[in-house]
């Protein structure tokens, strides 16, 4: 068997030459014209809205960790009243990751813009109820 497929080999190669489309099929001839996405060029306002609500995102969540070991209810409907520590470090943790490293790559400089400054502004109203009701920023995740 395995001399059968060298006698074909080595006759393939001697009669036939080299086929540059041999187990290529009909797409070896396209030209590959997708071009890669480019990521969006962020400016100053872009870098102060995006660490400022990273910023705040984070500081909520060390508060919001405060508030579950004291035995508080959250307040974030996607939470739920009474989340537990993990499913609170996995849904902030996401949406820490998703608002540094996903909102960048939107083109709109606009839409951009809006959900880092929606983000500072509801983080802020977040903070501020959580300083009010007496949590600090716990480190113990």
């Known amino acids: 068997m395995a001399g059968g497929l060298f006698i074909l080999a080595v006759s393939s190669l001697l009669l036939g030459g080299h ?7 009909p797409l070896a001839s396209l030209v590959k ?3 890669k996405p480019q990521p969006a060029a962020l400016q100053w306002q872009d870098h102060v809205l995006r660490v400022s ?30 989340p537990s520590l993990g499913r609170v470090n996995v849904l902030i943790g996401t949406g ?25 502004l509801l983080e802020t109203y ?11 920023l716990n480190f113990r995740l």
């Open 53 to 82: 609500s990273t910023a705040l995102i984070a500081a909520d969540w060390l508060t919001t960790i405060d508030g579950l070991r004291n035995g508080l209810r959250e307040t974030n409907p996607l939470l739920g009243s009474h």
């Open 33 to 35: 014209d997708i071009r």
């Open 19 to 25: 086929d540059r489309i041999h187990n290529q099929g």
């Open 126 to 136: 977040a903070l501020h109820n959580n300083r009010g009701a007496g949590l600090t």
């Open 96 to 120: 820490l990751l998703a608002n540094a490293f996903l909102v960048p790559k939107i083109k709109e400089r606009e839409l951009r813009r809006g959900i880092w400054a929606a983000m500072v």
